[in-house]
């Protein structure tokens, strides 16, 4: 099994959308192993987007993504990341394909209601950030 991250973004938390993604999610295999409902703070956004950092979005993603509440959800199934990145779409909202959650949720290439890790290595990185060792045990069958 493979683990990856899921953020729920502050625009689809607003929205109420957390519930629908969940079930998308849960649909397609992934099994939850822990979701942590938090508000960012500026310098704890600045971290975990640090390989932004020379962007010039990173300023208004930061702004973003401190403005309201996220979700933040470890997931495991077999092809994780990869799985997750193609349910979710493209980054673009207005480009992403139809069903997937970023065209259902998201408005364009910011407000795209998830964040999802890009490969094995930043999932590792993400999911350390959000949950302790402890807290990502995989549970018993």
Do not use: C, W
Not at 100 to 129: P, Y
């Amino acid at each position: 099994m493979d683990s990856t991250l899921m953020l729920i973004k502050p625009d689809a938390m607003q929205k109420g959308a957390l519930g629908e993604i969940l079930s998308a999610v849960q649909k397609a295999g992934f099994t939850v192993r822990n979701l942590k409902i938090l508000r960012l703070r500026a310098a704890e956004a600045k971290e975990f987007y640090s390989e932004h950092r020379e962007r010039p979005f990173f300023s208004d993603l930061v702004e973003f993504m401190t403005s309201g509440e996220i979700a933040a959800i470890a997931l495991e199934r077999n092809d994780a990341v990869a799985t997750l990145r193609k349910l979710i779409g493209a980054t673009d909202s207005r480009l992403a394909d139809p069903g997937s959650i970023r065209a259902r949720f998201g408005t364009d290439n910011q407000r795209n209601a998830v964040h999802a890790s890009d490969s094995t290595n930043s999932a590792r990185r993400e999911l350390a950030f959000f949950f302790s060792t402890r807290e990502l045990i995989p549970l018993p069958d």
